[in-house]
């Protein structure tokens, strides 16, 4: 092969590669508007969660946190997972974080934050078969 097809053919790569890229990039829309392919009408969180304070992050968190762990659990003891059941109204987790947390200090809020998680992450396994069988994952 000659110098020349051979920068031909070099220069024809890079701009292949170059061209896929940029061609995925312009699908990329980003958008505001949420969308899911599974249980499409989830509630909204709470509005006051939505506007709650950069610096007090850490109480949505929470909420979302005891949110996920309650509803993981709720499958597991349903077997069910249904979308009522894998996405409720966030009026239970709201109560949790109202009765129990929301006077707490932030390390006391991210103590909570944890074993939350550690308890939807004991029964996502159990979870996700339940709403795998149903189509729901």
């Known amino acids: ?3 020349t097809r051979f920068r031909l053919a070099l220069t024809a790569l890079a701009l292949g590669m170059t061209a896929v890229p940029a061609f995925a990039e312009r699908n990329l829309v980003p958008t ?4 899911f392919n599974v249980c499409p009408e989830r509630p909204a969180e709470p509005v006051w969660m939505q506007d709650i304070p950069l610096r007090q992050a ?3 968190v929470l909420v979302q946190d005891i949110y996920r762990a309650q509803n993981l659990e ?3 003891e349903t077997g069910s997972c249904a979308c009522e ?4 109204s966030w009026d239970a987790a709201e109560a ?3 009765e129990r947390h929301a006077s707490a200090e932030r390390w006391e809020m ?3 934050s944890d074993g939350y998680n550690r308890r939807a992450n004991a029964a996502r396994p159990a979870a996700k078969a339940i709403c795998d069988a149903a189509g729901n994952w």
Do not use: D, G
């Open 58 to 60: 850490y109480q949505r």
């Open 1 to 3: 092969m000659s110098v």
């Open 110 to 112: 991210l103590q909570a």
């Open 85 to 88: 059941i894998r996405f409720p």
């Open 74 to 76: 709720h499958i597991v």
């Open 32 to 35: 505001l508007e949420r969308s």
């Open 96 to 98: 949790v974080f109202q």
